[in-house]
């Protein structure tokens, strides 16, 4: 479908609204197995379509990554955020979403 860059948009768009579900769903369900499986593999789907992922879909998948342990991908993702929107809203939640899964990772918490 290379011909029709349109559809494949509304892929991906239809994809990152899955993703944001589930996230929500795993940050009020942290131990639920099934959310947390589910949203990897929907991670896994777009994973190979990063490198054309705008900003904001970028920040969908952070939250993502970060909500099933993926803090170096989530890490990976925001350094691309900062570099495609560096002055952005988009860059500033990102920068302060990796921050605060840091902060929790090292508090244990």
């Known amino acids: 479908m290379m011909g029709y860059p ?10 990152g609204v899955e993703i944001e579900r589930l996230t929500k ?3 009020k369900k942290t131990n639920d197995k099934i959310i947390h499986k589910e949203l990897e593999q929907k991670l896994g789907e777009i994973k190979e379509r990063e490198s054309v992922l ?16 993926q803090q ?13 929107a560096p002055h952005s809203a988009v860059a500033d939640e990102a920068s302060r979403l990796l ?11």
């Open 25 to 27: 769903g795993l940050e």
């Open 6 to 15: 349109g559809i494949q948009k509304v892929r991906i768009d239809k994809k």
């Open 54 to 69: 705008s900003p904001k879909m970028l920040l969908t998948v952070v939250h993502a990554q970060i909500a099933t342990g």
């Open 72 to 84: 170096e991908q989530a890490y990976k993702n925001v350094e691309r955020i900062l570099s495609l």
């Open 99 to 109: 921050e605060t899964a840091k902060i929790n990772k090292d508090s244990g918490g």
